[in-house]
């Protein structure tokens, strides 16, 4: 039982590291990782640049729920998030938001799914932006 729940730990790192990089590779900044509210954790905070049409910059907060799976034995790692978690990672995002008023920005929840390869293959990492309705 330890055991799989240390290989659990270790997967879920292994893909929040992965997502992290990806979404760096894509412009974002990572603000803050595992942060811990009274409705759950949320795994990724990041800020995503927007250039807007009129040259002026804007902001959008992201919070970022990473999924991992290490094969398709249960199903997509996507698949796993419920109406509960869902509603979880709203609350969490918005006592966020109230909590760090500096944070004007708009937010939205997104979710990074990554299955991991055969041996000596490449993870596929799937980004669903917006995929958590506020």
């Known amino acids: ?18 997502a992290a990089g990806y979404l760096v590779e894509k412009g974002y900044t990572i603000l803050e990782r595992n942060v811990r509210t009274r409705y ?8 995503q ?8 910059a804007s902001e959008t907060i992201v919070f970022i729920e990473v999924k991992a799976r290490a094969s398709e ?26 909590a760090h008023a500096e944070a004007d920005a708009a937010f939205r929840m997104d979710v990074i799914s990554i299955q991991a ?3 000596g293959q490449q993870p596929i ?10």
């Open 73 to 98: 034995t249960f199903g997509m790692p996507e698949e796993s998030i419920n109406a509960r978690k869902r509603e979880h990672l709203l609350a969490a995002a918005q006592v966020y938001m109230q």
């Open 40 to 47: 759950g954790e949320i795994d990724l905070i990041a800020r």
């Open 1 to 18: 039982m330890e055991a799989m729940k240390n290989h659990r730990k270790v997967l879920g790192q292994w893909g929040e590291d992965l």
């Open 49 to 56: 640049p927007i250039a807007k049409a009129d040259g002026l």
């Open 125 to 134: 990492i799937t980004h669903f932006e917006d995929a958590i309705r506020c």
């Open 117 to 119: 390869g055969p041996p």
